[in-house]
């Protein structure tokens, strides 16, 4: 085999950036047509909401443009009767509230249609949206947050941290909770600790979703030292900006 031959099927460390340049400029088509998309239903339901409230519409009028878009427009997607009035209420919500409009065109709309319909006041609403941008939820991983009332734990069940962990890291009180959904394991109720341990080695990807972007998986029964005692925790799940003894 020549030198410069690479086994088909098989990356080339060579051609890394040029893959690299080709991945961040399809992930930047693909949030520039959601951008688009999530705009022009902001400018439709804007405009349904206009003659609705001025009377010039009426509810049978949105009914007869589903009709119309659909006879006119064979091909167009997503512009059912319950969409459009989906979209007027997507409009209603978020106007004239800047804190959120720009997470808005960040998220799907399938994202946006489920923090809507499911979040009960905007306190809610911009809680999920801003935490399904900076943890880049799927939209399984949001419909599981949103049933677990993510939001209701982390307001009536705030973090418990010490004094010095608050003036050191600050930032530990948007990382740590009290409580953690782990249902996903699929214990019994009177499991033991080595069951615990077990499940979430082998659900280990699902437990970090569930802790936040923010930690890293370090071991399992990895040796710590406190003052001059010495415990092997299982498993050991660091924040990003903690350090072990003898880190650098």
């Known amino acids: 085999m020549n030198s410069t031959d690479v086994p088909s099927g098989t990356v080339d460390d060579r051609f890394s950036e040029v893959l690299a340049?080709?991945?961040?400029?399809?992930?930047?088509?693909?949030?520039?047509?959601?951008?688009?998309?999530?705009?022009l239903y902001w400018q439709v339901g804007a405009y349904i909401s206009r003659k609705l409230e001025m009377a010039e519409w009426g509810d049978a009028v949105v009914s007869q443009l589903a009709e119309h878009l659909a006879q006119t427009q064979p091909g167009l997607r997503g512009f059912t009767r319950r969409n459009?009035?989906?979209?007027?209420?997507?409009?209603?919500?978020?106007?004239?509230?800047?804190?959120?409009?720009?997470l808005l065109t960040?998220?799907?709309?399938?994202?946006?249609?489920l923090i809507l319909t499911q979040s009960k006041h905007p306190q809610e609403r911009e809680f999920y949206l801003r935490?399904?941008?900076?943890?880049?939820?799927?939209?399984?991983?949001?419909?599981?947050q949103?049933?677990?009332?993510?939001?209701?734990?982390?307001?009536?069940?705030?973090?418990?941290?010490?004094?010095?962990?608050?003036?050191?890291?600050?930032?530990?009180?948007?990382?740590?909770?009290d409580a953690y959904m782990i249902e996903f394991l699929g214990l019994p109720g009177g499991h033991a600790e080595t069951d615990l341990h077990l499940g979430l080695l082998a659900r280990l990807q699902e437990f970090l979703v569930e802790l936040g972007?923010?930690?890293c998986f370090v071991g399992s029964?990895?040796?710590?030292?406190?003052?001059?005692?010495?415990?092997?925790?299982?498993p050991?799940?660091?924040?990003?900006?903690?350090?072990?003894?003898?880190?650098?």
């Open 221 to 234: 029964q990895y040796p710590l030292q406190v003052g001059r005692a010495g415990f092997c925790p299982r």
């Open 146 to 177: 949103l049933k677990a009332a993510l939001f209701e734990r982390s307001i009536t069940q705030p973090a418990k941290v010490s004094a010095v962990l608050r003036q050191t890291h600050p930032e530990a009180l948007e990382v740590f909770r």
């Open 84 to 102: 459009l009035f989906r979209m007027r209420q997507f409009y209603e919500a978020y106007r004239g509230d800047e804190k959120v409009s720009a």
């Open 236 to 248: 050991v799940v660091l924040p990003s900006w903690a350090q072990l003894p003898g880190g650098d």
């Open 21 to 39: 340049l080709i991945h961040s400029a399809r992930q930047q088509a693909v949030q520039a047509v959601n951008t688009r998309l999530i705009e």
């Open 213 to 215: 972007r923010d930690f």
């Open 106 to 113: 960040q998220l799907p709309w399938t994202h946006n249609l």
């Open 131 to 144: 935490l399904a941008v900076q943890e880049k939820w799927s939209t399984r991983e949001l419909e599981r």
